[in-house]
């Protein structure tokens, strides 16, 4: 089993920044990728950022120039740096990986419980 755990949501005001961070614990062989997702209130969730194991990285439009996955992650971890939040950031947001718990096995996708994010205007 593999849990996902996250952290650092809070209440920001619009213009300020937080760092979401989420570690991976369990029975873990590799992890492909690791990545955000988030899910505003009433909308369906949407991918955020990700980061694969080569450490190529990839953005959402609406977060580029704003969000960094930072390349000094621990091992299975994972952060998300986000700076000039705005209102419409107000989500929450969820850690997701692709694991392989064991040699020669599929990879398996997992989520973690999700942190909330609230930037008033």
């Known amino acids: 089993q593999v849990q996902l755990v996250e952290s650092g949501g809070g209440l920001v005001q619009a213009g300020g920044s937080l760092r979401l961070f989420c570690a991976a614990s369990g029975s873990i062989f590799n992890i492909n990728y690791m990545g955000w997702y988030r899910q505003a209130p009433g909308k369906q969730r949407e991918f955020v950022a990700s980061m694969y194991s080569g450490g190529t990285t990839n953005y959402a439009d609406s977060v580029k120039g704003r969000f960094t996955i930072p390349r000094d992650n621990a091992k299975n971890t994972v952060s998300l740096q986000m700076n000039s939040l705005k209102p419409e950031d107000t989500a929450v947001y969820y850690c997701?990986?692709?694991?392989?718990?064991?040699?020669?096995?599929?990879?398996?996708?997992?989520w973690g419980q999700g942190t909330q994010v609230t930037v008033s205007s």
């Open positions: 997701n990986a692709a694991v392989r718990t064991a040699w020669g096995t599929r990879t398996d996708n997992y």
